[in-house]
């Protein structure tokens, strides 16, 4: 079972920005989509972003498009959310899965591994 571990989160004041890094050990995120998820305290987890297992396909939910970035290195089995432009409504846990499929959608059902999460408080 491979395990997800996330790392990069913190305090940021609005319009920061963070970058989180999720390294995954005892298997490979090669084959999978992977993504980020996020959960504000009361609110249900909800989907941040998603990328398929060679890059090519992206989604991103409405309310991060054009701040948010997501990437994958294959190579050291390791994935990213580069948060930019950062809002306090963007303060929550994130948490990285893997283990999708591309054509189920970036949905929290679709992924069966999932680290730890990380705390983002955007706050002044």
């Known amino acids: 079972q491979v395990q997800l571990v996330e790392s990069g989160g913190g305090l940021v004041q609005p319009g920061g920005s963070l970058r989180l890094s999720c390294a995954a050990s005892?298997?490979?995120?090669?084959?999978?989509?992977i993504g980020w998820f996020r959960q504000a305290p009361g609110k249900e987890r909800e989907p941040v972003s998603c990328?398929?297992?060679?890059?090519?396909?992206?989604y991103y939910a409405d309310s991060v498009k054009g701040r948010f970035t997501i990437s994958r290195d294959n190579a050291k089995n390791t994935m990213y959310l580069q948060m930019n432009s950062l809002k306090p409504e963007d303060t929550a846990v994130y948490y990285c899965?893997?283990?999708?499929?591309?054509?189920?959608?970036?949905?929290?059902?679709?992924?069966?591994?999932w680290g730890q999460g990380t705390q983002v408080t955007v706050s002044s």
């Open positions: 990328i398929s297992s060679r890059g090519i396909s992206i």
């Open positions: 005892g298997g490979t995120l090669d084959y999978y989509t």
């Open positions: 899965a893997t283990g999708g499929t591309w054509y189920r959608g970036c949905g929290v059902t679709n992924f069966g591994s």
